[in-house]
């Protein structure tokens, strides 16, 4: 047997569509958002541990200018990066010290609009650091 539809129940059944689709879709919207804003920030976050790692491997084991050797190399490995990222780099000049070197990492946050609506601070930017720690390296 076939079943009929009055036009009545095709127009409230449409409108409802409209109505879930109208709920659902800013919902999407912001999860897609939040998706992009961790994406962004986990790359820079990585892309920040590889270049202090770099950074304080190459300053270790340098004979000369351990230093320059390692910031140069950071930025060799920042290059791919996305934000901005300040290094910094302590190196001693003896054999057996400890290189450090520091790599800060800022993405920008696209909900900080939104957290301000919900009375939270100024949120524009994500931030991070990631520390590598190498032991200098005396032959």
């Given at each position: 047997?076939?079943?009929?539809?009055?036009?009545?129940?095709?127009?409230?059944?449409?409108?409802?569509?409209?109505?879930?689709g109208?709920?659902?879709?800013?919902?999407?919207?912001?999860?897609?958002l939040a998706?992009?804003?961790?994406?962004?920030?986990?790359?820079?976050?990585v892309?920040?541990?590889n270049?202090?790692?770099?950074?304080?491997?190459?300053?270790?084991?340098?004979?000369?200018?351990?230093?320059?050797?390692?910031?140069?190399?950071?930025?060799?490995?920042?290059?791919?990066?996305?934000?901005?990222?300040?290094?910094?780099?302590?190196?001693?000049?003896?054999?057996?010290?400890?290189?450090?070197?520091?790599?800060?990492?800022?993405?920008?946050?696209?909900?900080?609009?939104l957290?301000?609506?919900?009375?939270?601070?100024?949120?524009?930017?994500?931030?991070?650091?990631?520390?590598?720690?190498?032991?200098?390296?005396?032959?």
């Open positions: 047997m076939l079943k009929q539809f009055s036009l009545f129940q095709y127009i409230s059944s449409a409108r409802g569509d409209m109505v879930e109208v709920i659902v879709l800013p919902l999407m919207a912001l999860i897609a998706l992009v804003n961790l994406s962004l920030a986990g790359y820079a976050s892309t920040a541990n270049a202090a790692n770099m950074a304080a491997r190459t300053a270790s084991v340098a004979q000369s200018d351990p230093v320059g050797q390692g910031l140069a190399a950071a930025q060799h490995a920042l290059q791919a990066g996305i934000g901005e990222y300040d290094v910094a780099l302590a190196a001693p000049a003896s054999p057996g010290g400890q290189v450090t070197a520091t790599v800060s990492w800022r993405v920008p946050n696209f909900f900080g609009g957290l301000r609506l919900f009375g939270a601070g100024s949120g524009d930017v994500i931030s991070g650091q990631a520390v590598a720690v190498f032991r200098k390296e005396g032959w």
